[in-house]
């Protein structure tokens, strides 16, 4: 019997779709409607939502209480089942919206990448490793706030293009420090 739901088990894994709980950020890759799983939440006016985030996480390396050396790892991340769309309501428009969304948090891991590049080794790195990351945090709140408000949520086709192209050469100004794939 113990062998019998074994089997079952295996199959459902293996049939079941991976449901990530994060998409990492990658040049070649594009959001598409089916990444947005949560529920939607029509009552905000919006016909999409995206959910993304800046991950950090750091080690450092002691020697004896000293602190010699450290390493620190920052990704932009996508949350498909915070992320939602009124599917009858959306197109590729508004996709390329959302999409901008997402890159402007990679813009922001690129930003903070460089500043990290920047840190020196100390007894204060601790510190100032975390309050770069609620600098970056709040510069990223701040960008996608103004981006809605200027696009008007992309009605306006007009800001919403400069967004794109403003978008696009920061993010190659900002290359050297662009998430791997």
């Known amino acids: 019997m113990q062998i019998k739901i074994f089997i079952y088990s295996l199959i459902f894994f293996l049939l079941v779709p ?40 750091y080690s450092v390396r002691r020697t004896d209480s000293k602190i010699i050396d450290f390493s620190a790892k920052v990704e932009a991340h996508f949350y498909p089942d915070k992320s939602w769309v009124i599917k009858e309501l959306a197109d590729d428009y508004i996709l390329a919206h959302e999409q901008l969304h997402f890159d402007i948090t990679e813009l922001h891991v690129r930003k903070f990448r460089k500043r990290i590049r920047s840190v020196r080794v100390s007894d204060q790195l601790n510190t ?54």
């Not at 992309?154 to 978008?167: E, G």
């Not at 920061?170 to 791997?180: G, N």
């Open 128 to 181: 100032t490793l975390n309050k770069l990351h609620l600098e970056i945090n709040k510069e990223l709140g701040e960008m996608q706030n103004r981006y809605d408000t200027e696009s008007n949520n992309s009605i306006n086709k007009i800001a919403q293009a400069k967004w794109m192209a403003f978008v696009a050469d920061e993010l190659r100004k900002y290359e050297p420090y662009k998430s791997k794939d």
């Open 18 to 57: 991976n449901n990530d709980a994060t998409i990492s950020w990658r040049d070649d890759l594009k959001l598409s409607w089916n990444d947005f799983r949560g529920p939607a939440k029509d009552q905000s006016g919006a016909v999409a939502v995206t959910a993304s985030g800046i991950t950090f996480g």
